[in-house]
């Protein structure tokens, strides 16, 4: 296990990526996929994958040296450590008895992008308190500026309030809590009180009973977030961007760019909460988050792989962002 150093955080920050299901992405590339019938690959990929770990890749492609904690069993948690060593994020690793999974990502060149998820190994009580010690202990580094980001779903055996134990251990050391999730975890989470909240359409939908049309429910729904717990809200809308609303802020802030065509979208929502942390470390202005989050996920769309951003793809696009307050 790596542990973090304090002097390696630029802008005295420690940013902390958490993976309670972590995997490896396997793309497969072939020509018109067709379901039911034999279909040949013409190119294979195994990258590391799991929100959190294109999170810690988002951001260090931003220039920071995220920290990703996780899960890891077999041989495939071997080939994920590995992996995300190879691009130097730092890793403590918390071992499993079942393998980490593998999710498959079938690219079709036609454009149609397929996700085959695995529900992942289950995980035992005894892995469960080791990973809560492992986060309670990283949290309590010295820095000026602490984030956690938890983001994922949750394998067999991780209780339901997981997300929510997380984003109080980090609170009681004093590292702001940034929740992805979905589903009940998430609502669990949001009683907890996260800092942030970022999650795409169908999640707030599910979590907040509003029916998101365009920027203006989304706004609704990013309020009722803040209602349910969280102290700032993020509705991702895909290639319409973002809707983003602070505790006591009256208006809410809708942040787009012009779509690009994308290799794939997977990732995007990723680098777009990357964005979010990086600013937050920062100080920037929640306007001036929501843009770089912006550029962040659309600068995604250009990569070769997901959270694989660079600096230069996200300034340019930064550029481009308009903003409108709603």
Do not use: Y
Request: charged share 15%.
């Amino acid at each position: 296990m790596n542990k973090p150093a304090a002097h390696s955080h630029p802008f005295a920050s420690a940013f902390f990526c958490v993976s309670l299901n972590p995997a490896i992405d396997t793309r497969l590339i072939l020509n018109g996929f067709l379901p039911g019938r034999v279909n040949r690959v013409a190119d294979v990929n195994r990258t590391p994958g799991g929100k959190a770990a294109h999170v810690a890749m988002a951001l260090k492609g931003l220039g920071a040296t995220p920290t990703w904690i996780g899960f890891s069993g077999g041989a495939t948690g071997k080939e994920l450590l590995a992996g995300l060593r190879l691009l130097e994020i730092e890793t403590m690793a918390i071992s499993t008895s079942q393998s980490s999974r593998v999710n498959l990502e079938i690219l079709d060149t036609q454009g149609e992008v397929t996700e085959i998820l695995e529900p992942g190994g289950t995980i035992t009580q005894t892995e469960w308190s080791e990973f809560q010690q492992v986060c309670a202990g990283a949290f309590q580094l010295v820095a000026d500026k602490k984030i956690a980001v938890i983001s994922g779903s949750l394998p067999p055996g991780v209780p339901t309030e997981a997300c929510a134990v997380l984003v109080s251990s980090a609170q009681s050391a004093n590292c702001l809590a940034f929740v992805d999730s979905s589903g009940l975890p998430l609502s669990k989470a949001l009683a907890a009180g996260p800092d942030l909240v970022k999650i795409n359409r169908e999640e707030a939908e599910f979590v907040t009973q509003v029916a998101i049309l365009d920027p203006i429910s989304a706004a609704q729904a990013a309020r009722k977030l803040l209602e349910l717990g969280a102290n700032s809200a993020v509705v991702s809308l895909g290639e319409r961007g973002l809707v983003g609303v602070r505790r006591h802020d009256r208006l809410a802030i809708h942040a787009w760019t012009a779509p690009l065509r994308p290799k794939s979208t997977v990732g995007c929502g990723d680098a777009a909460l990357a964005g979010l942390a990086l600013a937050a470390a920062t100080g920037l202005s929640f306007e001036q988050s929501l843009a770089l989050a912006v550029a962040c996920g659309t600068s995604n769309c250009l990569a070769a792989f997901p959270g694989r951003i660079s600096r230069e793809d996200v300034s340019r696009i930064e550029q481009g962002v308009h903003i409108e307050l709603l």
